[in-house]
């Protein structure tokens, strides 16, 4: 099943068995036929929380649904330091994780790590290991977007100072201990929490 965050409301995309237990409007897909239509007027609900697109072969729904994005791959990182605390940033007035999109021919481990050092100003962050992808939709220029981010569980052993990467909206970049994550949870996106969870 994929979860799909659209405007911090849910497009879930699975098979018939999957949906039995949803509360809401189940959409039954069959290949040829295009889902733009539902997806402009699940946009323009703004009442529907969520709703649920089945089929019998749920990848071939999810590359459809892919086909009516524009579609962006990004990596980032979950880090935490010696003192378990977590590496956050804050960006356009929300608290969020490290993350970038994934340049040509780079590989997505890679650009998980390179994002989070430009965005952070430290080096030397290590991969531990990898987290389930997110999925979240955003309009540019008159396009919906559809952006994947490929997550990884990182550790860093350093002390260098954070310095934010003002070039791309980063306002503050700090380590939050356990007990100080209530403000950054209240003030976050929808799929930042699912990492958060994991």
Known sequence: MYKVFFKDRLIFLGDKNESLNFEG?????????????????????????????????????????????????????????????????????????????????????????REVEEECGISGVKIVSELKSTYHTYWMKDKFVLKR???????YSGNEKLVPQTEEDIQEV?????????????????????VIKE
């Open 174 to 194: 700090k380590w939050l201990a356990e007990d100080q994550l209530h403000d950054f949870k209240a003030n976050t996106y929808a799929s930042i929490l699912e």
């Open 25 to 113: 409007m189940v959409y039954a897909w069959t290949e040829g036929e295009s889902l733009e239509g539902l997806i402009h007027q699940f946009d323009a609900e703004e009442h529907r929380e969520q709703i649920f697109v089945v089929a019998e072969d749920v990848q071939v729904l999810f590359d459809h649904f892919r086909s009516c994005f524009k579609y962006i791959e990004a990596a980032g990182g979950k880090v935490y330091n010696l003192e378990n605390q977590l590496l956050a940033i804050y960006r356009l007035e929300k608290w969020d994780l490290p993350k970038g999109k994934v340049e040509k021919e780079e590989e997505i481990p890679e650009a998980a790590i």
């Open 149 to 155: 981010t490929y997550w990884y569980r990182m550790n």
